[in-house]
């Protein structure tokens, strides 16, 4: 039986994972996938200085269900520039920012009413993602906390306060020092995992755009499993089969700690957060499902949950096909290897000493005011773990020390 603390736990889809290298369960993240660090212009003219990030916000006044698809919060096409990575529901909020107009004849009057989802550029401060997540999704605020200060912790820049959620870009200022690398959500290893539902794994290519063929084979178990709707008995079927899928295909497949949780919370997020909030059956059409993995569009009309949620069902979708953390050992495909050190669904705490050391091999050395900085993102996070886990998990560690 999963801990109730895992109720709280997911990807934003739905998305973490280890980094990876010809080892059978390496730890090391020195060598991410680069492709979206490396190819990067290494340009910074105008970027931005370094800040003292502020802490995450609170709770939003109101958490009931509303229209979130409104005049305010627009769909506009990408422009140039504009950045987009392998989570569908960031894909969603930066492509509906907000009206610029709307903005215009609301600030003056209540400019409380403003609340953008994220720039439409996909550049955001980690406090601006979790105000988006919860505004535009109804996010519980301690699990949107927990996945935005993760993922910035891993792939943002920590000296300015500003994380991509697609590839590396000069807009979030200059590159820290190696190993990190500030290169986004699309860092193989890190926010993105394999197994993905929609995006292939990275051992292929193209870890982060849209898939049609697995988006295909989506439909497919929507239609085998649910009558042409994605619940959470199909949630279960296909999180099995694109493990298979990995397994098989996929030499360096890597399906531990951090991308072993997220993996099932990426299966429960579209039933969560792309489910219309005044429906009661939990059951996501076809339709609306495209509009969000493809389109990055919400559907016409749409409101979101009528209550704060976060990773609701991975418990059911777990114990259909319960499956142990590990990977393809060796470089070969179908030699997968249970990896006994991982973090799972007993052992919570290990993925804090994972994440931890994660950020450790990083970042060795900072001085100054990336020090500074990560002693307080670190902090920011933390502040999430005992909810999320169920567990303080014998307290903060501060490996930079304290201010």
Not at 51 to 73: I, Q, W, Y
Not at 106 to 120: G, H, K, M, T
Not at 335 to 342: A, G, I, L
Request: include cysteine; glycine fraction near 8%; proline fraction near 9%.
């Amino acid at each position: 039986m999963i801990p109730q603390f895992f109720v709280l736990l997911t990807s934003f889809l739905f998305i973490f994972g280890t980094l990876s290298t010809s080892l059978a369960f390496p730890n090391n993240v020195d060598l991410p996938k680069r492709q979206e660090v490396d190819d990067a212009s290494t340009h910074t003219g105008g970027a931005p200085g370094a800040v003292d990030p502020p802490p995450p916000p609170g709770p939003p006044n109101f958490t009931g269900t509303k229209l979130v698809n409104d005049r305010a919060h627009p769909w506009r096409p990408l422009r140039d520039g504009d950045e987009r990575g392998p989570c569908p529901g960031m894909n969603t909020l930066a492509s509906h920012g907000v009206s610029i107009a709307h903005y215009l004849s609301v600030i003056i009057a209540e400019p409380s009413l403003i609340v953008q989802y994220i720039s439409r550029d996909g550049v955001a401060t980690p406090a601006q993602i979790v105000t988006s997540v919860q505004e535009g999704f109804n996010m519980e605020n301690k699990f949107a906390i927990f996945v935005t200060y993760l993922a910035h912790l891993f792939n943002g820049n920590l000296v300015t306060d500003l994380l991509s959620i697609g590839g590396k870009t000069r807009k979030t200022g200059p590159s820290p020092p190696p190993p990190a690398h500030a290169g986004g959500f699309n860092v193989h290893g890190t926010f993105e995992g394999d197994a993905g539902m929609t995006r292939a794994d990275a051992f292929f290519g193209d870890n982060h755009s849209f898939n049609q063929t697995l988006f295909d084979k989506f439909v497919d178990f929507s239609n085998r499993y649910g009558d042409g709707f994605y619940n959470l008995t199909v949630a279960g079927e296909l999180r099995f089969q694109r493990l298979q899928d990995s397994i098989a295909t996929n030499p360096q497949f890597s399906f531990k700690n951090v991308r072993f949780f997220t993996a099932y919370g990426e299966s429960a997020f579209p039933i969560n957060f792309f489910v219309d909030g005044r429906r009661t059956d939990k059951k996501l059409d076809m339709a609306s499902a495209l509009s969000f993995f493809k389109d990055m569009r919400y559907p016409p009309d749409f409101f979101r949950p009528p209550t704060p949620i976060s990773n609701q069902g991975i418990a059911e979708i777990f114990a259909m096909h319960p499956f142990q953390p590990g990977g393809n050992a060796d470089g070969k495909v179908n030699n997968f290897v249970v990896d006994p050190t991982s973090a799972d669904f007993t052992k919570p705490c290990v993925l804090y000493d994972d994440i931890l050391n994660t950020v450790k091999t990083l970042y060795p050395n900072p001085t100054g005011v990336l020090r500074r900085n990560l002693i307080k993102n670190l902090r920011y996070f933390y502040t999430s773990v005992p909810t999320v886990f169920g567990s303080d998990c014998g307290g903060e560690q501060f490996p930079y020390g304290q201010e």
